[in-house]
C-alpha cells in the first residue's frame, strides 16, 4: 500500500481553513493509503524558544483534532516527532545534500522571519524544510497532502530524494504534493487566509455562541449596503463557507440566486451558515469530548503511534547507512 505522511506544528488548536486545507484529505485518504500523521514539535524549536513550555499541551490539542474530523487512530499512525528521534538523524544525512544557497531560496524562510520578527535566522531555522524532508523520507512517504504554502518545502523534498538515490543508490521514493485545488478559505474577517495568528479563524473546537459571533460579524459583499441591492457571491466570504461547509447544496444554491438578485439579507444568509456549520461541527465537538474524557487515550494514541513510526524509521536509516557504507562498524 502507498504511503501518505503530513503532520502540524503544535502550535495550537487548528482551525476551518486547516480542515479545508489538509484534515479532509487525511480522512478521506486513510483507507487508500498507509498514512502516518505527525506532530511536529522540533519544528516549533526553528521559531519559538521562548514558549516551549506550550508545547505540551498544544500537542494534545492537534491530536483531539486530528482525532475529532474522524482520522481513526486503528488506520492511521499518529506520531509525536522527537519520539522519533531517528529523524534527526536522518536531516543531518539530508542536511549534506543540500546547499546554503539553495534552503536560503526557499520561499517560507523570509515569511518566517517576517511573521516572528527574527532578523538573524539560526541555522536550525535555515534547515526547516530538510528536517520537513527527514520526515516524510523516514518513512518514505509517496503522497503529502499539505496546503499551497507548503509546496516548496515538498519540492526541496523530492530533490533531495532523487539525489541521495543518484549518489547512493535508489532508497527513496520521490513524493508528490497533494494540494487541494481551491482556494485558501478566507477569514471571517475576509483576509485571504484564514490564520491562528491573524485571529480571524473559527476552531474546530469553538463552542457554538462563539461560531455564531463569529459568523454573524462576517465580512459580505463591501458594496451591498441593503438587502435589496444585488449582491456578489463571488469571492463573497460567506458563500465560499456555504461552499465548502453546507452539506444542503440547494439552500446554498436558492441563496446565491436571491443574493444577486437582492432578495436576501446578510442576517438570512448568515444564520443559515451558523445552523449549515453546526451541523458540521456537531459531531466533531461529540467525537471531541468522546476522546478528551480520558487523557490517558490520547497519550496512549501518541506513544504506540510513535513506536510504529520509528521502528520505520530505524528500518530506512539502516538502509540509508548501508547504500551510504556508513556501516563499517556493523549495523
Ligand atoms: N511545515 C509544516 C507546517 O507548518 C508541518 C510539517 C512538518 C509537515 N513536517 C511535515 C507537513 C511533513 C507535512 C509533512 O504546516
Known sequence: MKRILTGDRPTGRLHLGH????????????????????????????????????IGQNVRDVVLDDLSVGIDPEKTTIYLQSLVPETAEIHLYFSMLVTVGRAQRIPTLKEQMRDHEITQPSYGLLGYPILQAADILCVKGDLVPVGRDQESHIELTREIARRFNELFGPVFPVPEALIPSDRLLPGVDGASKMGKSLGNAIDLADDPETVKQRVMRMYTDPERIHATDPGRVEGNPVFVYHDAFNDDRAEVDDLKERYRTGRVGDVEVKKRLVAALERFLGPIRERRARYARDPKIVEEIVRSGSERARAEARRTLHEMRAAMRLDYFGE
Open 19 to 54: 480542515y479545508v486545507g489538509t484534515l479532509e484529505n487525511r480522512v478521506k485518504l486513510q483507507d487508500t493509503y498507509e498514512t502516518f500523521v505527525l506532530i511536529a514539535d522540533y519544528h516549533m524549536l526553528t521559531t519559538r524558544l521562548d514558549r516551549l513550555d506550550e
